[in-house]
């Protein structure tokens, strides 16, 4: 847990691994919110700015429960909850210090998936590959918000960058 | 203030011992112990007594293998093993051939439990004919990874066959229907687990004679406080250090998880450097604590280093190759296993290499999974003195990058696009899909490299950008977005 007992700016946990053990491990790493105690977060959790997480493993307990590598209260996210092993290469997160700032800054590798009606969600993220999906008609299946750029793009770029939305890809350039 | 001779009592020899000029020394019991110090305690009688700190090995009079046998034999309880430990000082003994050694291997009869050794091992050349298979809890140290070496005789033998100088650990062997386990079973699966297998500060040395393969040191048995440090491996013709499972025939007999680190290793010769697998992703990652200081010097096609594991951090890592043909390190070749959640910081190349690095497009499953996925690397770069080709060459998303020097490159997972899928990807390569910061507005006709199609272009001074702030490039142009 970061940030349960007190602020916890500005850290960085490098390949941590969450096992079956007796437990199992439910979240390899949870980052708590101070205004939305969660779990075993609680009210005396600190501000979490500036951490950087790399090289995260959540091994469930082989199929019959699931754990994540990474819970976020801060901004509601799970990425990769899974009854077998999962994982996140990168999951960077920075602040909100900026009052004009609707959300944090963050960037991860992992986008993980809506796991359930109102439960953390995944991860936006930024993807390549040469498909192309046909605008607001192929599904896209990652968090809304994810980006995805077509690196054979031609047409004068109107099959190029797409934003998962609604669960169809949708065009930036037009 | 007194000091004191080796004695070696067992066989009767006067003790001698200097005393301190106001006090003469006690005619106490005699030390009987092989090998150990006598020192003086200070109670009355004075008297000369067994020092149990260390064993002197040099009075066995043996060649070194046998007097590190001979010595964990006589102090550790034998095959019961029920001592509270022994460190051995072998830096005494001159005849440092084993060829005529009754125990080629020095732990080769001896159970890893219930106790621990040290051996400290002299400056000069130890010729070795069989493989060292180091029982559990035992360290041998050098005094320097020049001045200490072990060389591999050409009749170099294992009982496992693999050709390994030295094994951390090992299965259970039977010799004269007896059977002897190195490393204790796990009562939760049965398995060979050593704790506490230490090599560090000595030099193993290959021989690299023609037709002779060898390999430095192998790890499929010890897990948790083993680790390998302060290590030179020349003239090394197979695999310098082999980090992984041991699982013949699907079946598992032993793990090398939460081992390590591995650091300030130098690798010489003309096989594969380092290899890191694991058996597969269902079965368990082989994480381990990182390798940290690594320079391969090899010739081999088609990899130096094969990383083939998960939960694999490798640091500070210089590459010298000698061909175009020569990948540095080769992740996600081996179809049987996977390399997920991996951190490589500070690649860098030296000598002529096809790719630095080399990401394989291999896939295993239905539906079909990379082999690679989550993988960071952090500042990959060519050496002033390298014709190394690609800095990073990535099957999975079809992406070469010759940068001189990549800052961070992470490949993430699969992203649906419809019945197909492309690769969550990050990348501070302009040479590359990327995200891309600036002050300057691009109009609407500024060019852009084909192989930028798809990065954003975000301009952050708003009166150059008061109409447009973010491009795409699409078409060798940067198109306007919003």
Redesign the interface.
Known sequence: MIGSQGSAQGNVL??V?GGPGNGPVTNTVHICNPIKPNGNCGNSSGTVTDLAL????S?GNRGSFSSAPILDDLTSTEP?SSP??A????YVIGNNNNTQAPGYSR?????GANQYPGGPSGVP???????V??KNM?????TPG?????????????N??FVCQSGK?HA??M | MATAKRLKTGLGLLVVLLGTSSRLLAQGAAPTAVGQNAVVQQINPVAAINAPAFVDASVYQTDICTAIADVLMNWTGGQGGNSSGVVIDARGVSSLDCNQSSYQNPWANLNGSGFTDTVLLPAGTIKIYQTWTLIANTRIIGEGPNLTTLQAASSLTSNNGDGDMIDMGGQPVIVNGTTYYPCPLNPKNGIADCTGVVIEHLGLDGGARSGFTVNGIGNNFSEELSYVNDVTLTHIAGTGLSVGVSCPNNSCAGYSSNSGPYSNISYTGTGVCLNIVEKNPTVGTNSVRGFHGLTCSTSIIPAAIYLDGSNTTMEDITIIGSSSSQDGILIGSNTNAAARADALRNIRSGGSLGNLIHISGNTQGQPPQPDVSDVTILNASQGPQSSTNVTIRDELTNTTLTDASIGMYVLGEPVTVGSSSGYSRFTTSPNSPTWLVGTASLGTTSSCPANGTGSLYTCTNSSNCSSTTLWACASQKWIPIK
């Open positions: 490098i390949n691994y790399l090289q995260i493993e091994q990769s077998v092993n994982y996140v290469g990168m960037f991860a590798s992992s986008q993220t930024l993807a390549i590959g040469t498909a999906p046909t192929t599904p896209c299946n990652p994810t980006l995805y750029a077509n690196t054979a793009g031609t047409q004068g770029g109107s190029t960058v890809w930036f350039i």
